[in-house]
Nanobody, 125 residues
Framework: VQLQACGGGLVQAGGSLKLSCTVS????????MSWFRQALGKEREFVAA????????TYGGSMKGRFTISKDNAKNTVYLQMSSLEPEDTAVYYC???????????????????WGQGTLVTVSS
């Protein structure tokens, strides 16, 4: 499975940005696609996850209500729409994939087998 993330950039506080992650090489439908982020000097943090089949999703605490994860199966792409961005959202954002995760395990990065290269989001104050 290969993941290619893009869409990062510089945005002012209060602004919006949409990240994309294109997936290739996967077979079957029991995948979970997720976004994580890692700020400078901090541990990687769970952002959001979505099931490739069915579309059920879950979010990290501080992102709920501001971020929306979605997917387009036909385009093999997962999106992360981010709004009301804050300087604290500045980080490298990674997409990741795993198979057969239950919801209680989706937040743990160790459960993910495949990772994209990351895309930098910088929010200026």
């Amino acid at each position: 499975v290969q993941l290619q993330a893009c869409g990062g950039g510089l945005v002012q506080a209060g602004g919006s940005l949409k990240l994309s992650c294109t997936v290739s090489g996967h077979t079957g439908s029991d995948y979970v696609m997720s976004w994580f982020r890692q700020a400078l000097g901090k541990e990687r943090e769970f952002v959001a996850a979505i099931r490739w089949s069915g579309g059920g999703s879950t979010y990290g605490g501080s992102m709920k209500g501001r971020f929306t994860i979605s997917k387009d199966n036909a385009k093999n792409t997962v999106y992360l729409q981010m709004s009301s961005l804050e300087p604290e959202d500045t980080a490298v954002y990674y997409c990741a994939a795993a198979q057969r995760l239950i919801i209680s395990t989706m937040r743990n990065e160790r459960n993910y087998n495949w990772w994209g290269q990351g895309t930098l989001v910088t929010v200026s104050s």
